[in-house]
């Protein structure tokens, strides 16, 4: 099979070629070999030649074949030959995939509309976009967003933007920000059918490496104790998701807000925001008196969890509650109890699991061993010595230890004992007499949803600290970005079914070469890797051209 020419002569003279598929056979009769036409390309004069390279190198791929032209054949079709120059590679994967997901979740057409409300003709939309992209590609300040990582990913559109953009941008998002969230959670929310009947709420700060809090009533940073458990200038960031992960929405608040005091807050927000049936799940910090009347009276049910050691109802009555286990997974035993009657009636859970009932007490088994040790090295045994002060401050093993009146540094065998009685427990709290012990049980232990979320969000993706902003909008702009890159980090992991440190990976890979000589200039991706195909298939994104782009160079004259 080979690709033959023919030419045919016109009456005016001229002569057209034509391109066709051939392949010989013999003649039944003569025994000669005669072509026969398999398929007509059409005149040579009006074909597209990067369509006939584009299938020899379709079926030398299929063949095994390796191409060993250093010159790519669609640079040859356009008059590339020797002279042709790498002028830079730019990262191509992982801002292509975040602006489609961008696109798909409604915020260009959200930011836009507001955009076109305010009056605006800077391109708001996307210095936001690049701010987001870069969160979930190589998180940089806003000042290296444009000074060092624009220059080395391929968003065209994000070119001609300016730094001050980038802060315009910022306070165009705080002004509008819960519009922002509304609209494109509901969007999310009909777009993948989330099922929006748990709301899972909880709190985490981030610190600022400065040495004052703000001194005007008004200003963000203050001091408070961090969740990393140092005192410094902070922030409390608050955030609702859904059970699969998704951003409802996120709070800024003053860096010294107890946790206890923001329900209110959250009740009030969300209250408009007509989600149906929300169970609003949270941690034991949310647990008091207070709380469970707004949540009541807001979100109509709660499951919180509870301080098994500090409440003496749970202590008392349920706690030592007989009766057998519903056994519903090898980790996790739950049974019903109910404590008091009429207004004063509590439906508590209590949940068992065994594997973690035997880490616990392996645990406390070497810490006692440890401290014991501890105690045999030394004579002086008294609580002023070094080391008994340094064992009496520390968290781990402060509990296990008392001193007496003499002075002396003992293990607390009563404490030893009590400690026991929790291995491998906790305690729910609801209002909800329909939910089953199951569902409740399950419930909580997907609170760990948003624990992962602060993580990605603090740590190990997107890395919200630390801030380098001092005005608040622009604080409350900087997090609002960052639960931004959350929601399309965790569409892009439910969609594929793998966590984003791996679809990054596979992104990464996915670059293009801008190449250029005298007369031409074109940016070309590179071959897509086994890995990098099938993260554009699970997102369902198109992968992109070969030929990205490519325009004739200008003669200086």
């Not at 004063?344 to 699991?353: A, D, F, M, P, V």
């Not at 009685?421 to 939910?435: A, F, L």
């Not at 948003?450 to 740590?459: M, N, P, T």
């Not at 000589?517 to 369902?540: I, P, Q, Y």
């Amino acid at each position: 099979m080979y690709l033959r020419s023919t030419k045919r002569k016109n009456k005016d003279g001229s002569t057209v070629e034509y391109f066709q598929l051939a392949h010989n056979e013999r003649h039944p009769q003569t025994r000669k070999p005669v072509a026969k036409i398999i398929h007509n390309f059409g005149r040579a004069d009006q074909l597209d030649r990067q369509e006939l390279v584009r299938l020899c190198n379709s079926i030398a791929r299929v063949c095994g074949l390796i191409v060993t032209d250093p010159v790519d054949p669609v640079t040859q079709s356009i008059g590339f030959g020797k002279g042709l120059k790498i002028k830079q590679t730019l990262a191509l994967g992982c801002p292509l995939v975040v602006e489609a997901l961008w696109e798909r979740l409604g915020l260009r057409k959200t930011l836009q509309d507001i955009e076109k409300t305010a009056g605006v003709q800077v391109p708001y939309e996307r210095a936001l976009l690049a701010m987001v992209a870069n969160r979930l590609c190589d998180p940089e300040s806003k000042l290296g967003v444009w000074e060092r990582w624009l220059s080395k990913v391929y968003l065209p559109s994000c070119q001609g933007l300016k730094l001050r953009h980038m802060y315009e941008a910022m306070d165009l998002l705080h002004a509008h920000a819960e519009q922002v969230e509304k609209t494109v959670f509901f969007q999310v929310a009909d777009l993948f059918n989330l099922e929006v009947d748990l709301i899972f709420y909880d709190t985490t700060t981030a610190s600022f490496h400065v040495d004052q809090e703000d001194d005007d009533g008004a200003g963000l940073r203050k001091f408070g104790h961090s969740k990393e458990g140092f005192w410094a200038p902070q922030v409390v960031v608050a955030l609702a998701v859904t059970r699969e992960g998704i951003p409802v929405r996120s709070w800024v608040l003053p860096g010294n807000t107890a946790d206890v005091s923001t329900v209110e807050m959250v009740r009030a927000d969300l209250r408009g925001w007509n989600l149906g049936r929300a169970m609003f799940v949270a941690d034991s910090g949310m647990n008091s008196v207070d709380n469970r009347s707004e949540l009541a009276r807001a979100c109509g049910k709660y499951l919180l969890a509870c301080r098994m050691a500090s409440v003496a109802d749970i202590k008392r009555d349920v706690l030592t509650k007989r009766g057998r286990y519903t056994v519903f997974k090898d980790n996790l035993h739950a049974k019903e109890v109910i404590v008091g009657d009429g207004e004063r009636r509590k439906r508590y859970i209590l949940c068992y699991n065994p594997k973690e009932a035997k880490r616990q007490r392996k645990h406390r088994q070497m810490t006692v061993e440890l401290l014991e040790d501890e105690l045999q090295r030394h004579r002086d045994q008294s609580a002023t010595a070094q080391w008994a002060i340094e064992l009496l401050a520390s968290r781990r093993f402060k509990r296990y230890l008392r001193v007496l009146k003499s002075g002396q540094v003992r293990i607390d065998r009563a404490a030893i004992r009590e400690a026991e009685k929790y291995d491998g427990k906790w305690v729910i709290e609801t209002n909800d007499d329909t939910i089953s012990l199951e569902d409740a049980a399950c419930g909580y232990k997907g609170l760990m949803v948003i624990e992962r979320c602060f993580r990605s969000l603090k740590r190990t993706q997107i890395r919200m600290t630390p801030m380098y902003h001092w005005a608040s909008r622009r604080i409350e702009a900087h997090v609002k970005i960052c639960v931004l890159s959350l929601l399309i980090e965790r569409i892009a992991e439910l969609q594929s079914g793998q966590p984003w440190h791996r679809i990054r990976q596979a992104l990464e890979r996915l670059q293009v070469t801008e190449f250029f000589d005298l007369n031409h200039r074109v940016l070309m991706r590179n071959e897509l890797a086994s890995d990098t195909r099938k993260t554009f298939n699970l997102l369902k994104i198109k992968p992109p051209p070969q030929v990205l782009q490519l325009e004739k160079q200008p003669r200086n004259l």
